[in-house]
């Protein structure tokens, strides 16, 4: 989410290099300078010079036919900003473990709007793996990952987030309205996790779980996901959902969450208890 935005305080060239940079999407890799200036709706020259003045430092660089892309600046600072954030050392081992024990990629990911954004990923070394990676943004109700974020919000507060505007539709599963969401929601929250074969993208299986604060909230969640492969019932919501919320309690433990707030739900064993709940009994999805 972006803070409050105060025009007396703005800064119209940073703010217009800022804007720039946001353009630039993992679909949309390399944009033209027409196209910039046609977007954001300010004159060529003005581009030119914002444009000259980013790849000078880095932030962006010169592809193919005039277009520009990001630079290595870009991926320097958002490494920081990772490097930065307690949450994302503190889960590494535990998320590097948990895919070393389930056979699963692991990631970690945070809210941002209506997105969630992935903070680290611990990849399988199977054939066959998400194409997830550090710092994609998905959207969150079309993810179980996210889901298990949103549970969190109550009416009022997905209710601002969302309005009453249509949702944007992924696969035949997702939710294209608020109301259909927050009935998702109201399972994920009795369960205390999210379980999804195909939810966001066909052939990947997932389990969510969420991790709090200190404060009760959930700050970011983690999952551990297949691709090609549907686990048994049975395992999706036994052995391997034990794991992903073990994991999910073991970090919000080490984010000061008392006993009461953690994922752990009562006949769910610590993660050093778990078995090797590994994906081995599969079925073509």
């Known amino acids: 989410m972006t803070a409050e935005r105060n025009p007396q305080a703005a800064v119209p060239g940073l703010e217009r290099g800022l804007n720039l ?40 660089r010169r592809s193919g036919r005039g277009g520009y892309a990001l630079g290595p600046a870009v991926l320097t600072i958002g490494f920081e900003y990772l490097g930065s954030l307690d949450i994302v050392q503190l889960s590494n081992p535990v998320l590097a473990r948990l895919r070393d024990e389930t056979d699963c990629s692991t990631h970690l990911a945070v809210r941002n709007g209506t997105d969630v954004v992935y903070l680290s990923r611990h990849a399988t070394r199977a054939a066959v793996t998400s194409n997830v990676s550090v710092g994609t943004s998905l959207p969150a109700h079309g993810t179980v990952i996210g889901r298990v974020i949103l549970a969190d919000l109550d009416h009022e ?37 999210a379980v999804s074969t195909s939810f966001f993208e066909r052939g990947v299986v997932s389990v969510a779980a969420p991790v709090r604060d200190r404060s009760g909230r959930v700050a970011a969640a983690i999952n ?33 969450a008392s006993a009461s707030d953690r994922v752990l739900l009562p006949d769910t064993p610590s993660l050093a208890q778990t078995g090797r709940a590994r994906m081995s009994s599969r079925v073509p999805v």
Do not use: N, W
Request: aromatic share 6%; hydrophobic share 40%; charged share 25%.
């Open 21 to 60: 940079l946001h353009l630039f999407k993992r679909t949309r890799p390399t944009i033209s300078p027409p196209e910039i200036a046609r977007e954001l709706g300010i004159p060529r020259s003005t581009v030119h010079r914002l444009v000259q003045t980013l790849a000078e430092l880095g932030f962006l």
């Open 224 to 256: 551990a996901t297949a691709v090609d492969s549907a686990p048994d019932f049975a395992t999706l919501h036994g052995g391997l959902k034990d794991q992903v919320c073990a994991a999910a309690a073991a970090i919000s433990a080490m984010l000061g």
């Open 157 to 193: 507060e997905l209710k601002a987030l969302y309005g009453d505007r249509p949702l944007p539709r992924y696969t035949e599963q997702t939710p294209t309205t608020l109301a259909a969401l927050e009935e998702l929601l109201e399972e994920d929250r009795r369960r205390g996790y």
